[in-house]
C-alpha cells in the first residue's frame, strides 16, 4: 500500500475531532482504549474495513471487534440473550468482548465478520474510544494497532513503531492500564465458550452468568480475534518458563531476581498484565538474541498473561 504520513496527536476535542474527520473519509486510525491501542475504522464501511486488513496484514479468515459506545448501539449490530444481557450489565464498559448472532438489518460490513453468522461486540471503557466513536456517528471495528502478529501495542511509541507511513493518526493518551486484549466469550443458550482469555477471567464470568464457561477445543475453527497459533510475537525466538536468565537472552522477570525488565517485582498479576507488552518490545529491541521469561503463575490473569506468551513463542 501507498505510505501516509503518520501523525500523533496528544488526545484532545480537536484531536478527536480530526479522528473522527478521518474515519468518515474512510481511513483507520490509532487510539487507545483500556486493553490496547486499536487500529479503528467504520465498521459499516466495507473499503475502510479492508483498509485495516491491508494496513495490518491481516488474515481475512481473522473477524474484527466491534466496538460500541452504548446498548442501542449494541442491538443494532447483534441478537442479546438473556445470558448476554447479564455479562453486558456486568462488565460492560469493559475489557469484555462477547460473541453473538448477527442482528437481522445490522449495519456491519461482511468483511467484519470474515462472512460468519456471529459478530464480535465490545463497549469500551477508554474515554479516547468511547468519544471517538459518539464523534463519528458509527460503530468502529479495531482489532490492536500492530502488524498482523506481532507484539501488541500499550503506547503511540509502540504504535508508530508497527504501523508508521501505514495510518494517518495516531491518537496518544499514554500508556494503556489494563495491557492485555480483552477476554472473549462465545455466549451459547446453556454455557460460555472462553475463545481468548483476557481480563475478565472465567470465574468472574461463571459467578455473574451461572452457566458451565467452557475452553474453546486446540484445532477448532477461528470465530473470533486472537486464535491464531502464533500471535503477538516479537522478531526474536521467546523461551519461557526460565527461572534463571538465559544465556544471551533479555530476560523478563516476575518477582523477586535478577532481570533486564521486571514486570512486577512484588508479583502482581494485574501490575505484569500492563506491562507485558512493554517488556516484549523492550526485549525486541534489545540487542540481545533472543528473549527470556520467568514462569508466571497460571491463576486469574495469570492464565491469559500465559496464553499471550505462548502464542509469542509459537
Same mark, same amino acid.
Given at each position: 500500500?501507498?505510505?501516509?504520513?503518520?501523525?500523533?496527536?496528544? !488526545?484532545?476535542?480537536?484531536?478527536?475531532?480530526?479522528?473522527?474527520?478521518?474515519? $468518515?473519509?474512510?481511513?483507520?486510525?490509532?487510539?487507545?482504549?483500556?486493553?490496547?491501542?486499536? !487500529?479503528?475504522?467504520?465498521?459499516?464501511?466495507?473499503?475502510?474495513?479492508?483498509?485495516?486488513?491491508?494496513?495490518?496484514?491481516?488474515?481475512?479468515?481473522?473477524?474484527?471487534? %466491534?466496538?460500541?459506545?452504548?446498548?442501542?448501539?449494541?442491538?443494532?449490530?447483534?441478537?442479546?440473550?438473556?445470558?448476554?444481557?447479564?455479562?453486558?450489565?456486568?462488565?460492560?464498559?469493559?475489557?469484555?468482548?462477547?460473541? !453473538?448472532?448477527?442482528?437481522?438489518?445490522?449495519?456491519?460490513?461482511?468483511?467484519?465478520?470474515?462472512?460468519?453468522?456471529?459478530?464480535?461486540?465490545?463497549?469500551?471503557?477508554?474515554?479516547?474510544?468511547?468519544?471517538?466513536?459518539?464523534? =463519528?456517528? %458509527?460503530?468502529?471495528?479495531?482489532? =490492536?494497532?500492530?502488524? =498482523?502478529?506481532?507484539?501488541?501495542?500499550?503506547?503511540?511509541?509502540?504504535?508508530?513503531?508497527?504501523?508508521?507511513?501505514?495510518?494517518?493518526?495516531?491518537?496518544?493518551?499514554?500508556?494503556? =492500564?489494563?495491557?492485555?486484549?480483552?477476554?472473549?466469550?462465545?455466549?451459547?443458550?446453556?454455557?460460555?465458550?472462553?475463545?481468548?482469555?483476557?481480563?475478565?477471567?472465567?470465574?468472574?464470568?461463571?459467578? %455473574?452468568?451461572?452457566?458451565? %464457561?467452557?475452553?474453546?477445543?486446540?484445532?477448532?475453527?477461528?470465530?473470533?480475534?486472537?486464535?491464531?497459533?502464533?500471535?503477538?510475537?516479537?522478531?526474536?525466538?521467546?523461551?519461557?518458563?526460565?527461572?534463571?536468565?538465559?544465556?544471551?537472552?533479555?530476560?523478563?522477570?516476575?518477582?523477586?531476581?535478577?532481570?533486564?525488565?521486571?514486570?512486577?517485582?512484588?508479583?502482581?498479576?494485574?501490575?505484569?498484565?500492563? $506491562?507485558?507488552?512493554?517488556?516484549?518490545?523492550?526485549?525486541?529491541?534489545?540487542?540481545?538474541?533472543?528473549?527470556?521469561?520467568?514462569?508466571?503463575?497460571?491463576?486469574?490473569?495469570?492464565?491469559?498473561?500465559?496464553?499471550?506468551?505462548?502464542?509469542?513463542?509459537?
Amino acid at each position: 500500500m501507498s505510505a501516509l504520513k503518520t501523525q500523533i496527536l496528544p !488526545l484532545s476535542d480537536a484531536a478527536i475531532g480530526e479522528a473522527a474527520t478521518l474515519i $468518515r473519509a474512510g481511513q483507520p486510525v490509532a487510539a487507545p482504549t483500556e486493553t490496547v491501542y486499536g !487500529l479503528a475504522a467504520d465498521a459499516t464501511d466495507a473499503a475502510a474495513v479492508a483498509r485495516i486488513y491491508a494496513a495490518k496484514g491481516r488474515p481475512s479468515f481473522n473477524p474484527l471487534i %466491534v466496538h460500541v459506545t452504548d446498548m442501542a448501539m449494541a442491538r443494532s449490530i447483534a441478537t442479546f440473550s438473556p445470558l448476554a444481557d447479564r455479562l453486558a450489565a456486568a462488565f460492560w464498559p469493559g475489557p469484555l468482548t462477547l460473541v !453473538l448472532p448477527l442482528a437481522s438489518e445490522s449495519p456491519v460490513a461482511r468483511l467484519v465478520t470474515a462472512g460468519l453468522p456471529t459478530v464480535a461486540i465490545r463497549m469500551p471503557a477508554h474515554p479516547a474510544m468511547r468519544a471517538l466513536i459518539a464523534a =463519528s456517528g %458509527v460503530p468502529l471495528a479495531a482489532p =490492536s494497532a500492530n502488524a =498482523s502478529g506481532s507484539i501488541s501495542p500499550t503506547s503511540a511509541a509502540h504504535v508508530l513503531r508497527s504501523l508508521d507511513g501505514r495510518t494517518p493518526l495516531i491518537l496518544d493518551d499514554g500508556p494503556t =492500564s489494563a495491557g492485555l486484549e480483552s477476554t472473549i466469550v462465545a455466549v451459547g443458550e446453556a454455557a460460555l465458550t472462553l475463545l481468548r482469555p483476557g481480563p475478565v477471567d472465567a470465574d468472574m464470568l461463571a459467578s %455473574v452468568a451461572g452457566v458451565p %464457561v467452557i475452553a474453546r477445543g486446540e484445532g477448532d475453527a477461528i470465530t473470533a480475534p486472537g486464535q491464531l497459533a502464533s500471535h503477538y510475537a516479537p522478531g526474536k525466538p521467546v523461551l519461557l518458563n526460565r527461572t534463571e536468565p538465559a544465556e544471551g537472552a533479555f530476560h523478563i522477570g516476575f518477582g523477586p531476581g535478577a532481570s533486564d525488565y521486571n514486570l512486577s517485582e512484588s508479583s502482581d498479576l494485574l501490575e505484569a498484565a500492563a $506491562r507485558l507488552f512493554a517488556a516484549l518490545h523492550e526485549g525486541d529491541l534489545s540487542d540481545r538474541a533472543c528473549i527470556s521469561i520467568a514462569p508466571i503463575p497460571h491463576e486469574g490473569i495469570g492464565i491469559a498473561i500465559n496464553d499471550r506468551l505462548a502464542r509469542a513463542a509459537a
